[in-house]
């Protein structure tokens, strides 16, 4: 890694919301700037707009052309449309939800083009972001449809107590049963287990599997459990991954058991969303693995019913962004030994042409030297090993740095 700061690009959510009051906050301590240069994809005039509004003073955002001219020590605002937009502070409307997708678009656009390094996407209501065909429930889905090459990301909600998972997504619940197989659980599972090793610098996660049925136990288990949930969890265990379940939810959570896992993977989304929240009501960040982008946001709507008075708490948006950053640098240092292997010391065909790179060479006529010797015993020469001194090595053995 070079010696510049990590790129935080910052999409501006629901313009109606508090997407900009949290990056304003967020940004407040100037602390935060030796860490990352922050880019906000968004507008100029909104961005204003929501200064006046919370009554914010003097010159909080620098205007730039291009992400490669951010700043450090600013906070850097990159214009993604010309038109106006009216902004209604609580109202949610087909505008704001536009100016969303257009903030999240040019970002990766950016990316693609390796202009930052994460990306932090504000607060949007999912409820309101179909409009001119954005087909899309959310930021993420678009970010995978985007750079996933066909590839899903893994939703991992994240606070300072637990890290849970999802084997489905945001399906009805009575479409649950039908959506959990041995194949899509054995992948959520590994990729989880990926996530939990490369970005969170977790040796042998831990990861606890939750059952799908409220009385399932190893006197009864259910369909689900015994098709899908058991056989899955005993070949990834088989491979050598450290996996543990299927556990009843309600024990699990009441016990504390969660305390002793890396990682969770629940069957759907309010059976590990709710007791995560509950455990820990703040700071909880939504992660995006499984892709070539480190995506976080925070776990919460665009809050209509607070928007512009001042109310927002920040801190779970400041710990995406730390969040995101920390899991930066985790991705590579864990690559970095892998990125220039070492060639070859030799070559396996036994011909002429492609000799062991280490043989002995013979002595030089007329040096009077005679290749150096290893005697097991001061004094005795009996089966010693000949080997090449420093000085006769051959002369295309490659150094520790060859490309």
């Known amino acids: 890694m070079d010696n510049r700061k990590i790129r935080v690009a910052i999409t501006h959510g629901d313009t109606n919301g508090i997407g900009y009051e949290l990056i304003f906050k967020a940004f407040e301590d100037p602390a935060i700037f030796d860490f990352c240069t922050p880019i906000i994809y968004g507008s100029p005039k909104i961005a204003s707009y929501h200064c006046n509004a919370?009554?914010?003073?003097?010159?909080?955002?620098?205007?730039?052309n291009s992400a490669d001219e951010a700043q450090d020590g600013k906070l850097n605002l990159l214009p993604c449309f010309d038109e106006d937009v009216k902004v209604e502070l609580g109202m949610p409307s087909q505008d704001a939800s536009r100016a969303a997708i257009k903030s999240i678009d040019r970002a990766i656009t950016d990316y693609k083009d390796n202009l930052f390094d994460v990306l932090i996407t504000g607060p949007v209501d999912k409820d309101n972001m179909h409009v001119d065909g954005f087909n899309f429930p959310c930021n993420e889905r678009f970010i995978e449809s985007c750079i996933g090459d066909g590839k899903?990301?893994?939703?991992?909600?994240?606070?300072d107590v637990m890290r849970v998972a999802f084997a489905t997504g945001d399906i009805a619940l009575k479409d649950v049963p039908a959506a959990i197989n041995k194949?899509?659980?054995?992948?959520?599972?590994?990729?989880?287990?990926?996530?939990?090793?490369?970005?969170f610098t977790i040796e042998s996660p831990r990861i606890a599997v939750l059952a799908l049925n409220p009385n399932d136990s190893d006197a009864h288990h259910g369909k689900e459990e015994q098709e899908a949930i058991i056989p899955a969890i005993n070949q990834l265990v088989e491979a050598g991954a450290c996996v543990f379940g299927p556990y009843q939810s309600e024990a699990f959570f009441a016990n504390g058991d969660f305390t002793a896992f890396d990682g969770i993977l629940a069957m759907y989304h309010d059976q590990g969303a709710a007791p995560l929240k509950a455990v820990n009501p703040d700071n909880n960040i939504h992660y995006l693995g499984g892709l070539p982008l480190i995506s976080t946001s925070v776990d919460r709507t665009p809050r209509y019913d607070i928007a512009g008075q001042g109310k927002a708490d920040a801190a779970s948006f400041r710990q995406a962004i730390y969040q995101a950053i920390d899991c930066f640098r985790a991705r590579h240092n864990f690559d970095a030994p892998y990125a220039n292997p070492l060639p070859k010391l030799f070559h396996e065909k036994k011909d002429d042409s492609e000799k062991v790179r280490f043989?002995?060479?013979?002595?030089?006529?007329?040096?009077?030297?005679a290749p150096r010797t290893y005697n097991g015993n001061k004094g005795e020469n009996k089966g010693a090993k000949t080997v090449a001194s420093n000085s006769q090595e051959p002369?295309?053995?490659?150094?520790?740095?060859?490309e």
């Open 54 to 64: 919370l009554g914010i003073e003097g010159n909080v955002f620098s205007i730039i």
């Open 152 to 159: 899903k990301g893994l939703d991992i909600l994240i606070n």
């Open 183 to 199: 194949e899509s659980l054995i992948e959520k599972l590994a990729l989880f287990y990926a996530t939990l090793h490369r970005d």
């Open 359 to 369: 043989s002995i060479p013979k002595k030089r006529e007329g040096s009077g030297k």
């Open 395 to 402: 002369s295309d053995t490659p150094s520790a740095n060859a």
